[in-house]
């Protein structure tokens, strides 16, 4: 399979030649990336979660640099191996030119699959390859842009969009004192002084691209959608970025849990239909960006740690969906639900669709995809699909609660809990919930 494509990036030719050079930013490039690091200058060692269709596995191999002339061209020679998904490699041939200020790269890349990989169509194989070279330009250009970590009160300039304080900013009062109380607590009860409890650890950011912010901190990380000029619609490039951020959380061990949620009011509006021209034009378009949406709930729904959705404002489509992957729904009093696939013409995802009809039953999934029906938040909870809701004045308090016990369980129970209960009502296939 040959495959031919090229991106403007706007960096100078220079920068752009070093930073695809350097792990620490392809690693943050490379959409599923777990871990990379350099054998030698021209040699680097990786292991990468990915999906192609209906095949989900972890590659690891390496990837050599040669036929180098610096700042123009290279030769990158790649190759993995996914277990019993079988194998890839590929040979991709990376050419820069300046372009006005910017840099244009052309690429051609030769791939070859074995295994069950080989069983796959052309067609699925070649728009699952371009959409992993659109995302990887993607996040490309924002690790270039962005620096690895920003600390807590450092300013983060927002030229164009206006960052909302995070949950768990507004929730680490509440968690810190809640933390001093049952140190108090423990100490009454032993006879002997114990140590203070350390103090919590202070989030950091980690940017990512596009829009989807990521913040760590007292054992709970965020996951925000943070598009509010669109009231944080989905566009195809979030989609996978919502995919790697819960594969990165749900390995990394400062995080016993994760909330997903809205910047500035509002969960998410859906998906961003404005760009269906583009990203939805063709039989193969759409079978790749369904499968970008599938791989979202997919990554949420696989994630050993226990995720929360917390919901403000609009809940709608594929956003609903996003929530519906979660292991809990918090809402907000006005919060608002829907699926408007009936009034769109389109019909609504496989794997949404089987969350929708596990939380609420089939007379009320009916309902809600035939008929677009909008639930507030009370009718939401009535039916099932919202687990609490808070009035405006103790939605903080209630959803910092509602955390707190999730945090205080052991890992290990909870991830082999979620993985037998999503195995016995179907949600992960049974040889998938015996590897967690």
């Not at 620096?147 to 206006?162: F, Q």
């Not at 039989?283 to 226990?306: F, R």
């Amino acid at each position: 399979m040959d495959i031919e494509g090229h991106a403007v990036l706007p960096f100078p030719r220079q920068a752009v030649w070093a930073h695809l050079h350097d792990p620490a930013v392809l690693q943050r490039a490379v959409p599923g990336c777990e871990s990379m690091h350099a054998v030698s200058p021209e040699k680097f060692v990786a292991r990468v979660s990915a999906s192609v269709g209906p095949i989900k596995a972890r590659f690891e191999g390496d990837a050599v640099i040669s036929e180098a002339e610096p700042p123009e061209s290279f030769t990158l020679t790649a190759s993995g191996k996914g277990g019993v998904a079988g194998f890839a490699s590929a040979v991709v041939k990376i050419r820069l030119q300046d372009d006005v200020g910017e840099t244009r790269l052309d690429y051609t890349l030769e791939a070859k699959l074995g295994g069950k990989l080989a069983q796959l169509g052309a067609r699925l194989i070649e728009s699952t390859a371009r959409s992993f070279a659109d995302a990887f330009f993607a996040r490309f250009s924002a690790a270039v842009a962005a620096p690895a970590t920003i600390a807590v009160n450092e300013a983060k300039p927002t030229p164009v969009r206006r960052r909302r304080i995070s949950i768990l900013a507004r929730l680490r009062s509440f968690m810190e004192a809640r933390k001093k109380v049952r140190a108090a607590s423990r100490q009454a009860q032993v006879a002997v002084r114990t140590p203070d409890p350390m103090p919590a650890a202070q989030p950091t950011h980690v940017p990512a691209s596009g829009y989807i912010d990521i913040e760590i901190g007292n054992d709970i990380a965020e996951v925000r959608l943070n598009r509010p000029e669109k009231k944080n619609c989905v566009s195809f490039a979030m989609w996978l970025e919502v995919a790697q951020a819960f594969n990165d959380l749900g390995g990394n061990d400062e995080v016993r849990c994760i909330v997903l949620t809205g910047a500035d009011g509002h969960f998410s509006s859906g998906a961003d239909k404005s760009e269906f021209g583009e990203v939805r034009s063709t039989p193969e378009q759409v079978a790749t960006y369904e499968q970008a949406v599938s791989g979202a709930s997919e990554a949420i729904l696989d994630c050993p740690k226990p995720v929360v959705a917390a919901i403000e404002g609009y809940c709608v489509g594929g956003g609903l969906g996003l929530a519906m992957a979660c292991d809990f729904r918090v809402g907000k009093a006005g919060s608002e639900y829907f699926i408007p696939a009936a009034k769109l013409g389109v019909v609504y995802g496989e794997r949404a669709t089987h969350s929708l009809l596990a939380l609420v039953g089939l007379v009320n999934a009916k309902r809600i995809l035939f008929a677009g029906h909008r639930m507030d938040a009370d009718e939401a909870k009535s039916m099932g699909l919202v687990d609490e809701v808070f009035s405006e004045d103790a939605y903080d308090d209630g959803l910092a609660e509602f955390l707190g016990k999730l945090t205080d369980g052991s890992p290990r129970t909870i991830s082999g809990s979620k993985a037998i209960l999503h195995s016995i009502t179907g949600l992960t296939p049974p040889d998938e919930a015996r590897t967690l």
